[in-house]
C-alpha cells in the first residue's frame, strides 16, 4: 500500500504534511539508540549534501530568460521583477533557485507565500505573483480531496492555494505532493548516520570496550575487578607502566569499524544514496566500480549529465514559471548553456564553422564573446592583414618556404 494511501485510507481529506510521507515510507524501524532520518538529518550524510548541493549549485547559476515567438521565433523580452528578485530585494533568483531546487530534490516539493502581485492579469483573473517569500518544508500541511489541495496551513496559519506558490517533482498519480527522496532512501541514509555514529562512539570509547583485561590464574568477583580496572586505567591513562605476575591477560579488541566488511558498506551506500538523488557517483567524488564510460571531453560529461540526470528538472522547472509567472504566450527558459561552456580551443573551432556555414555572423560571434560588433576600421586592418574581406585568408608561408 502506497504511503499516501496509508495515510489517507480513513479520508481523503486528512492532513498531510511532508514530514507525515516521510515518517511513514521510513516506517518505524529506527531504534532508540538510531538515527532518526528527517529531511534536516539526511544533510549530515555526506553525498546527500553533495547531490543536493552539485544539483542546487548549477540550476541557481543557470541565467534565467523570457522569450515571447514572433512569427515563428523566439525574441527576448525583459524578465519581470519576480523572475529578478522573487524574495524582495534581498534575496535575488540565485538564492531562491537554489533554495527551491534543494528542498524539491529532497523532499519533492517547495512552498512560498504570494505577498505581492503584479498588474498584470493571469489566468486566474488574479494578478501574477510579484514576490515570493519562501517557507520552510516543516511548517507546510497540506489539505488535499483526492489529488486536488484545497488548504494550505503555513505555520498555524491557514491559505487557500492561489496564495501559495507550490512546485512538485518525482510525482504520481492521484497524489498532490511530489514524492520525497529523502523518504524513499531513509533506510539506506539510516544505515549510512548510525554507521557514522557507531564510528563516532567506536573512537570515544563508547560503542563496545576498547580491550579486555583478563585473568587466566583465578575467578575474580566484581570489586576486584573493579580494583584492577581502575589501578590499569590510572597507569596507562598517563602513559606509565602496568606491572602485573603472569595471571593478567591484555588483549586489545578489533575495531569493528575498520573490517573491510564495515568499509564497504559505507561506501556502498554512497553510490546507492547518489542513485536516489539523481546524482552520478563520480561526480561527488563516490568511488565507481565496473564502469568502462569514457567521455572525450569535460563538455561530453557535462552534456551527459545534463541529458539523463538534470534536464528533467530544468524543463519542469521551466513550465512551472511560464505557467505561473509571465502571461500570455511568454515562456520561461533556464540557460544551459552555462552547464555546457567549452574550452577556448573548442569554442573557438565551433564558432568558426558556425561563420564558414553561415549560420553565425561574425557579430553575433563576439556578442557572444562580450565584444562590440566590428566597425570599419576594424575591417579595413583585417583588409591590410589578410587581403579583401570578401577573400579568404591566406595560410602563413611554412618557415624556410621560398616567397
Known sequence: ???????????????????????????????????????????????????????????????????????????EVPKPPVLVTPGGTKVGINEWLYSTQVDLDRAGNCFGLITERSGVVGPDGRGLPGRIDLVALSDVTVRANGSEITKYTIAGKQYDPWDVWHEKQYTVAGVPLGLSPVAYAAWTIEESL???????????????????????A????????????????????????????????????????NTSQFLEARQFGLSDIARFFGCPGDMIDAAVGGSSITYASITQRNLQFLIMNL???????????????????RQVKLNTDALLRMDPEARARTIQTQINSRTLTPSEAREYENKPPLTEADWAEFDRAFGSRNAQPTPPAAPGAAS
Open 218 to 257: 583465578k575467578t575474580i568477583d566484581k570489586k576486584q575487578a573493579q580494583i584492577a580496572k581502575e589501578a590499569f586505567k590510572a597507569a596507562v591513562s598517563t602513559g606509565d607502566l602496568f606491572v602485573h605476575g603472569v595471571d593478567w591477560e591484555y588483549k586489545p579488541i578489533q575495531a569493528v569499524a
Open 311 to 329: 534536464g528533467p528538472a530544468v524543463s519542469r522547472r521551466e513550465t512551472a514559471f511560464s505557467q505561473g509567472l509571465v502571461s500570455g504566450p
Open 1 to 75: 500500500m502506497g504511503v499516501w494511501s496509508k495515510l489517507t485510507r480513513r479520508s481523503r481529506r486528512d492532513v498531510t504534511s511532508a514530514e507525515d510521507l516521510l515518517a511513514l515510507a521510513r516506517g518505524q524501524r529506527t531504534g532508540s539508540g538510531g538515527v532518526a532520518v528527517t529531511n534536516d538529518t539526511a544533510l549530515r550524510h555526506s553525498a546527500v549534501w553533495a547531490c543536493l548541493r552539485l544539483r542546487a549549485d548549477l540550476v541557481s547559476t543557470m541565467p534565467v530568460d523570457v522569450y515571447r515567438r514572433v512569427n515563428g521565433i523566439l525574441v
Open 194 to 216: 548510525n554507521a557514522q555514529q557507531f564510528a563516532r562512539d567506536w573512537f570515544a570509547g563508547g560503542a563496545i570496550p576498547l580491550a579486555e583485561l583478563k585473568n587466566t
